[in-house]
């Protein structure tokens, strides 16, 4: 269903499970996304790009993995991963990608791609090897068979958040608005206050401070742009900005709903980003320093 809008060579991988991984196909489109956004991007304006240069359509970007992210999205983040490693993207975790020095003059193949890809996999199996029992097993499936460790707790993290009470989500949003720097944080989920869950207020400076509203959506699947239609509705004349926190995703069309203009924009708070600010903001994640061997370090002196 790629074929009509890219390149033949990836639209054959995108259509098969080439060597057990659709998203190496994604390797040359996320370079050329970064050098047409001038060398760097957030990750969303990465994959919007990579979306609008090869004109995929709503339902491509729209589907949905197994654990209910959204594969597109997914399998470019991968993609991310292997470039970082192969040093054609910085590794940075601030959350921009950029291209390296190399990154910026090296154009892929599709057959090039697949050569990195499995030039890693050799790589992680032999860290396996290497470290037997103290090491996790390798390569759990993220979208397609990657071949690269997982970052399970961010699995068990979803999992937990899916399974608390409406209630108690709530009151978690509640905590992680006030622990981001918002006050007079209310939960009102049960004042069946048309779609409101909640309310707080946003300091900018000692002058300048608005009122946010905010909705909780315990889901599995994605959140759809009528519900974001229905939420700035309940939000008229009443706040200048909402948030819509979910344990699931957004469709396409919901974030560009979000930002339409003309209307009050709303924040979205996918299960990604809300897991990325439990672990900014240490809420239930406790941070531990480890280190992986970069073997391309050490490459350079064997010869």
């Not at 370079?31 to 060398?39: S, T």
């Not at 240069?53 to 729209?62: A, P, R, W, Y």
């Amino acid at each position: 269903m790629i074929a009509a809008c890219i390149d033949p060579e990836f639209a054959v991988a995108s259509n098969r499970k080439s060597e057990g991984s659709q998203f190496v196909s994604w390797f040359g489109p996320l370079l050329n996304a970064l050098r047409n956004l001038g060398g760097s991007g957030s990750p969303d304006e990465v994959v919007e790009q990579i979306a609008a240069e090869l004109g995929l359509s709503d339902e491509i970007q729209n589907e949905l993995v197994p654990s209910g992210q959204p594969r597109f999205r997914n399998q470019v983040a991968w993609a991310r991963f292997y470039l970082a490693r192969e040093g054609l993207l910085d590794s940075s975790k601030r959350g921009v990608w950029s291209l390296t020095e190399r990154g910026r003059t090296t154009s892929l193949t599709l057959e090039q791609s697949h050569e990195i890809f499995r030039r890693w996999v050799a790589v992680f199996q032999a860290q396996r090897r290497a470290k037997a029992a103290e090491e996790e097993s390798l390569a759990e499936q993220v979208a397609e068979e990657t071949g690269v460790p997982s970052n399970d707790y961010r699995v068990v993290v979803l999992e937990m958040l899916r399974s608390l009470s409406p209630a108690g989500f709530e009151r978690l949003s509640q905590r992680i608005l006030r622990e981001a720097g918002f006050t007079h944080v209310e939960v009102t989920g049960q004042s069946n206050d048309g779609g409101i869950d909640g309310h707080g207020t946003l300091q900018i400076n000692p002058l300048v401070s608005f009122k946010v509203l905010f909705q909780c959506k315990r889901y599995t699947n994605s959140v759809t742009p009528s519900l974001v239609r229905d939420f700035r509705g309940a939000m008229a004349g009443r706040a200048d900005k909402g948030i819509i926190i979910t344990t699931g995703s957004f469709t396409t069309e919901a974030r560009r709903e979000a930002n339409r203009d003309g209307v009050p924009p709303i924040e979205l708070v996918d299960s990604e980003k809300l897991i990325n600010m439990l672990e900014h903001l240490e809420l239930g994640l406790r941070p531990i320093t480890t280190y992986e061997i970069d073997n391309t370090f050490f490459n350079e002196f064997s010869a």
